[in-house]
């Protein structure tokens, strides 16, 4: 069971028996809005910044073969753009600069496409590893994302798990503090794409703030290169 945050009271109240269907309507209406308004500025987000990418002329595109899928990736997107075109793949690095940076900005995302087979989402690593390492003390940060420091063994030395504790497929990032002063700390998050392929990100952890975003956004780059089928969600 996932570690909760402090529960907050809350009033009881207890409406008149007329006025519950009233109550539902407003209820089913204020979060067909909500989300409505969330959809909306996720796809603005991502329409400028997939029209940007997808430019004419700013890159040539390579196609590499990953789980049987058929990737068709701009050029400038890789690590090592010098590979051979058309080639299988074990994995794939990628670098892309994305609206997720604290301020709105842009920042850079390192992204390793490979076999889901080889890793475990971050998902469920949260259950089945970091709940029993996290220590007692909660730390403050992005809001809607509950901090907790791992003890240090079993290498998880100055190391804090991020995630989503209301959410039944939580967003998690494990970030750990960076080796030089001054620099921030770094982040991975890993997620099982549909089609057996996975995806582990590594950011800054100011990064953390655009959570919400995450995955909309990554989502939409991973489908532009054929990483994700369209229409497909995960």
Known sequence: MRAMPPAT???????EPHSVGFTLVSIALGISMAGLALAYSVTAIGAHWLDRLGAPGTSATVSR???????????DWLVDPAATSGTFASRIELRILAPLARNGGETPIDITLQPLSQVRSSASLLDGVYLHQFMPNELSGPPGLVGK????????????VWYDALSPE???AKCATAPVEGKPSQCLRTVALPGGIAAVYAFDAGVLYSWRDFDSV??????QIGAIDTGAAH
């Open 65 to 75: 073969t990953l789980v049987d899928r058929q990737l068709h990736i701009p050029s």
């Open 149 to 160: 420091p791992l003890y240090s063994t079993e290498g998880y030395e100055n190391e804090t």
């Open 218 to 223: 990554m989502d939409e780059m991973l489908r």
């Open 9 to 15: 009271a809350v009033s009881e109240h207890r409406d």
């Open 170 to 172: 939580p967003f998690v």
